[in-house]
């Protein structure tokens, strides 16, 4: 059985979506592109977004990652207008959007309506509370490895309904076939079922 890895770094691995770094040319397997929150350039940053718009090729599934992160030297507002014509890009090309937010989570959720394209979180790994929040404004999580070890985060999973669901490897280095198999016995499902699941939530997203 193949697994889906929803977000990783690794060119070798087909089943997934490649994050694709800034002016890297785009592998032969699907892949997202974006500008995430480090790598803005406050004086180019219209020669970002000209090249995301000239990459979005046949095999691109996702806009992303892009998002808010507290603990980049780049400007809030900046990050937010990036971020903003990034989600409209999205929404002209019609894929969704892969979001990296680290401690921004509400100002994330206050773009979610500007958005026509489903959002996805990548790398969930916080309290019960603000996953609540993104799934009552209909955001997807996606979880990491975390999942295999983390306790409070294992409980948050249990309560998070599987068509809103993914799982990824990121940039870890592990086997993504673990944490389906630790992702099944915390739902208490058949294994084949969840990767039935994912799959459907990969349609579900693609066709907005």
Known sequence: MEFFDF???KEYVRNGIYNLDFEQTPPDLPYSIGIHPK???IHNTEK??????STVF???FAIGECGLDSLVPIDQK??????LRQIEIANEIKKPVIIHCVRKF???ISFKKKAEQPMIIHGFNKKQQIAEDLLSNNFYLSFGKAVLYHLSLQDILKNTPLDKIFLETDNEDFKIEELYQKV???KGIALDQLNEQILENLHTIRNG
Do not use: P
């Open 106 to 108: 509400y100002e994330v």
């Open 184 to 186: 099944s016995e915390i």
């Open 39 to 41: 790598d803005i350039d």
């Open 78 to 83: 900046i990050q937010e207008k990036v971020f």
């Open 48 to 53: 970002q977004l000209d090249w995301m718009r």
């Open 7 to 9: 977000h990783h770094h």
């Open 58 to 60: 046949q095999n691109c």
